[in-house]
């Protein structure tokens, strides 16, 4: 029946554990935290910065003494960090050395139709013929490129993202047709910072002190490899493995920056945590909890789309899948020699430890949080919208099996489900069954209200994604002034995002 799906979802989660084998596991706190290395642009000439990426499979020693095959922007998982300037575009050759074909998502970017990476906008691999090599578990995966309007190359592609807009972090992934999910888990995804003169006056932590954090699940085999139910045919007839992969996919292993439950050094001084939730469907709660039982306050300065106006402290911060929260917390009361664990309030057993921080020594800081961080962050008002529409996101029949459905819909690269006029201020009012973090692409957007009251203090700012709740209602402003063209909205749970729960929007 039509309500299967979302009860399905609703049931606990379960991990790759409940699946046979597991490679060892790491004890918490003793792996370095990596930090993605930036990318060096190839050319800086004219006013654009140019680089160059190439999509490669490799392997990486993740859990210590086995390797594990990985997709990879550059190499690593996550993919070099792309630093840009306000105002200065970027153009980002990809070439595909994968198996597959891909495609290229700048999240969050303010970014023209061509470039933002629609779901059947190829980069093809050199011998790509066929779909015989698809691995799809709900679709032949080749209904995307039916679509008349796909767009296909061969081996690279450029991206040309024009940097006009607040600065903050986004990050880039794979977005292409019913295999997002598997794409990602297996390592597509990457930080781009952007950055511009009036907050990097702002006196916030910096250089050492500013931290990204990409924070992953993911489940392994005992040799290592990944574990990803409907890629795994042996275990697809599995009881439990269909409603995992209808739920979204978790692991039992937390990754920050591609590292299991890792340590890092650093003074007992203010720093920045540049947070990100990379992972498909896992949810998180983060407090950040001392050795003697203190909670540390995570002062959140900026969400999704830049900065706060003015700072807002939270004793915890749930951030859904593809979320960014950026947050400052101060080490200074925090003893030499003992730790600062990063907890998920959400978790259960392993899956509450995320990572720690280990406070090195006393020191000097002269950073600061200014009561004003920005003052440009764009307000709508009720009245200011054209039009109010609705959104449910809910489970539903697909293809003869379960699915996600907006509106009733799978999503169709032929159809086109909302049509908004460029410059135009709409309300959307979109509704949940279970848990669906909806991003839109292209705009920011505010958060009006969530089931029928003020938003939470954690919706302050301009968001791209919303984590909608079960049963609740919220409703979000935006004015869509960025460009005209084809673009999408979708789950972020990326297992729902592939199982149809996504649409298009046209700006015109
Ligand atoms: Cu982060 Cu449409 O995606
Ligand atoms: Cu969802």
Redesign the pocket.
């Known amino acids: 029946g039509l309500t299967t799906a979302s009860a399905l979802a609703r049931r606990p989660p379960r991990t790759g554990a409940h699946l046979a084998g597991q490679a060892p596991l790491p004890p918490p706190y003793q792996v370095p935290l990596p930090i993605p290395r930036t990318l060096k642009p190839l050319a800086t000439t004219g006013g654009v910065d140019r680089y160059e990426i190439t999509q490669r499979e490799t392997t990486a020693e993740i859990l210590p003494g086995v390797r594990t095959p990985l997709w990879t922007y550059d190499g690593t998982f996550p993919g070099p960090t792309i630093e840009a300037r306000r105002g200065r575009p970027v153009i980002v050759r990809h070439r595909n050395e994968l198996p597959v074909p891909t495609v290229v ?1 700048l ?1 969050g970017g303010r970014t023209p139709a061509s470039s933002d990476g629609y779901p059947t906008d190829l980069v093809l691999p050199r011998d790509w013929h066929e779909p015989a090599r698809m691995n799809g578990m709900h679709m032949d995966g080749m209904s995307g490129m039916r679509d008349p309007r796909a767009v296909e190359s061969r081996l690279t592609r450029d991206y040309t993202f024009p940097m006009d807009q607040r600065p903050t972090m986004l ?1 880039y ?1 794979d ?1 292409r047709m019913d295999f997002t999910a598997p794409a990602i888990w297996r390592g597509l995804a990457g930080l781009h910072i952007i950055r511009d003169d009036a907050e990097d006056s702002l006196g916030l932590p910096a250089g050492p002190r500013e931290i990204p954090l990409a924070i992953t699940d993911r489940a392994f085999s005992a040799d290592g490899t990944l574990r990803y139910p409907s890629l795994d045919p042996t275990l697809r007839t599995k009881p439990g493995v269909k409603e995992e992969y209808l739920a979204g996919v978790l692991g039992d292993v937390i990754l920050v920056n591609g590292a299991p439950w890792p340590v890092h050094e650093v003074d007992a001084a203010r720093h920045r945590l540049r947070v990100l939730n990379a992972s498909n469907a896992r949810h998180y709660e983060l407090e950040a909890v001392t050795d003697d039982g203190r909670r540390l306050d995570l002062v959140q300065i900026g969400a999704d789309q830049g900065l706060l106006t003015t700072p807002v402290t939270h004793r915890t911060i749930p951030i859904a899948p ?1 979320e960014r929260y950026d947050v400052v917390i101060d080490f200074k009361d925090v003893k030499p020699g003992t730790k600062v664990r990063i907890i998920n309030r959400l978790g259960s057993g392993r899956t509450r430890d995320v990572m720690a921080f280990r406070v090195t020594r006393r020191t000097k800081d002269d950073t600061r949080i200014p009561r004003t961080l920005s003052n440009d962050l764009p307000t709508w008002r009720r009245g200011e919208a054209t039009r109010v529409r609705d959104f449910s996101f809910r489970a539903g029949r697909m293809n003869g099996g379960h699915g996600w459905l907006i509106g009733g819909k799978p999503f169709d690269p032929s159809r086109t489900d909302v049509t908004v006029r460029l410059g135009d201020v709409e309300l959307w009012r979109l509704v949940a069954d279970v848990h669906h973090p909806v ?1 839109l ?1 292209l705009v920011g957007f505010r958060v009006l209200s969530r089931g029928g009251r003020a938003p939470r203090p954690q919706d302050a700012g301009l968001k791209d994604t919303i984590s909608l709740r079960p049963g609740e209602t919220a409703e979000i402003i935006t004015r869509f002034d960025a460009y005209r063209g084809r673009y ?1 909205f ?1 789950c ?1 749970n990326a297992e729902h ?1 592939d199982m149809g729960m996504m649409a298009n929007l046209e700006v015109h």
Request: negative net charge; charged residues 10%; glycine residues 0%.
């Open positions: 998502h999240h990050w992934h977005h593809a991003h692409h999408l979708h972020h995002e």
